[in-house]
């Protein structure tokens, strides 16, 4: 007689549910630290200090508006990663990548907020990427 134990493939994770809660908790802060920045530069043009001969020279206030809108997308991906909405997940994916590239083209103006951005969008798309993250 032969032990045979063999392992559910389709069991849950206890690390990849936990990954995505994760992933959904630094999405909203992530999406609130953005609107925030881009509160600041709409409200104020002389928040941030202009970069002179940047090539990516933008307006601040089209900066904020940037982030702004990038803000309140990834509060609403992260509510619905909450719900483990698989529309969310590949949502989240996209804009964080998405937060990541603007927070580098935005160093200049602020490096030590945007390469924290940077490195938690890097954690939040490995989070998401994990295997089994997104099933339901």
Do not use: C
Not at 23 to 49: K, N, R
């Amino acid at each position: 007689m032969t032990d045979k134990r063999t392992i559910d493939p389709q069991a849950e994770s206890g690390w990849a549910m936990t990954g995505v809660a994760f992933a959904a908790t630094m999405l909203l802060m992530i999406g609130a630290f953005q609107a925030i920045a881009g509160f600041a530069a709409i409200i104020d043009d002389e928040y941030f200090v202009r970069v002179r001969g940047y090539a990516f020279d933008l307006d601040i206030t089209a900066w904020g508006w940037i982030h702004l809108i990038l803000g309140l997308a990834l509060v609403a991906t992260g509510i619905g990663l909450f719900s483990r909405a698989v529309w969310a997940g590949v949502i989240a994916v996209f804009l964080t990548v998405l937060s990541a590239v603007d927070n580098f083209f935005f160093i200049p103006y602020a490096p030590f907020w945007s390469l924290l951005l940077i490195a938690l969008d890097v954690w939040v798309i490995w989070a998401l990427t994990r295997p089994r993250a997104l099933r339901a």
